[in-house]
């Protein structure tokens, strides 16, 4: 399995990003973003099934929006409204039967306020 993030960078407080994250070398049934800020632990953002069911962590519903184009087993995860607590190294991971998960190399996410 090959994951491949893309789509981070530095942005201003309010401002917006759009992370990628193209899997392949498996079937997926669930696609999803975790994030990791300085000295705190990895905390789920956001997933997505096979089936379009979708969870949110609170302090990203909103502000962002998961989507997931199954053809090219690709995830994004639209950031808008971003604050400076949004700072954070954001990891995809994605989730194949029996009982597999994989994670990219994560994305960092700046936000100056």
């Known amino acids: 399995v090959q994951l491949q993030a893309s789509g981070g960078g530095l942005v201003q407080a309010g401002g917006s990003l759009r992370l990628s994250c193209a899997a392949s070398?498996?079937?997926?049934?669930?696609m999803g973003w975790y994030r990791q800020a300085p000295g705190k632990q990895r905390e789920l953002v956001a997933t997505i099934t096979s089936d379009g069911i979708i969870e949110y962590a609170d302090f990203v519903k909103g502000r962002f929006t998961i989507s997931r184009d199954s053809a090219k087993n690709t995830v994004y995860l639209q950031a808008t409204s971003l604050k400076p607590e949004d700072t954070a190294v954001y990891y995809c991971?994605?989730?194949?039967?029996?009982?597999?998960?994989?994670w990219g190399q994560g994305t960092l996410v700046t936000v100056s306020s």
């Open positions: 991971n994605v989730r194949a039967l029996p009982a597999r998960q994989y």
């Open positions: 070398g498996s079937v997926f049934v669930v």
